[in-house]
């Protein structure tokens, strides 16, 4: 099992930050280099507790299925999302959001996950899926980021 954590600063009200983190849209937009998109579940607006979406991308060159619920919440500081089906044995994603003042928001994200296949599953987590992984909630933070920093962050959250 493998857990990577990342913590980025925002120049953004906390319940702007923990919004758009939940925005089908927003998380689109950081994922545009893997095709990502929407199959099922929620597809547009904020997911919240308990709701479930399903998504397919390519990732590592293969086509992929993934559905994620939401499993925990708590606004505007922390939810978590949770795999329910897809290629890892498990994935969890817990999001953190800390005001620090009234513009000022610290995002913290704890990314863990299995990639299954016993032995082989634990090389290739080591060797590229941790990078990987780290590299693509990165991309995606930063569209957060851009996003709640701009004057187009309003278009998101109606």
């Known amino acids: 099992m493998v857990s ?3 913590s980025m600063l925002i120049a953004a009200p906390v319940e702007r930050c923990f919004d758009l983190s939940r925005s089908i849209e927003v998380h689109l937009l950081g994922t545009e280099r893997t095709g990502e998109r929407v199959v099922g579940g929620v597809t547009t607006g904020l997911i919240g507790l308990n709701e479930v979406v399903k998504w397919r991308a ?3 060159g293969i086509h992929q299925h993934l559905t994620n619920k939401i499993t925990a919440f708590k606004y505007p500081n922390y939810f978590q999302d949770t795999m329910i089906e897809g290629a890892f044995k498990f994935m969890q994603h817990d999001h953190f959001f800390i005001a620090l003042s ?3 928001t610290e995002m913290k994200d704890r990314f863990t996950f299995a990639a299954g296949l016993s032995v082989l599953g634990s090389i290739a987590e080591q060797l590229f899926l941790k990078r990987y992984m780290d590299r693509f909630l990165r991309n ?3 569209v957060v ?6 004057d187009t962050w309003s ?3 109606k």
Do not use: G, P, T
């Open 102 to 104: 009234e513009n000022q």
């Open 4 to 6: 990577i954590e990342q």
């Open 58 to 60: 390519k990732h590592l």
């Open 140 to 142: 995606r933070n930063e």
């Open 145 to 150: 980021k851009q996003v709640a920093e701009s």
């Open 155 to 157: 278009n998101f959250l």
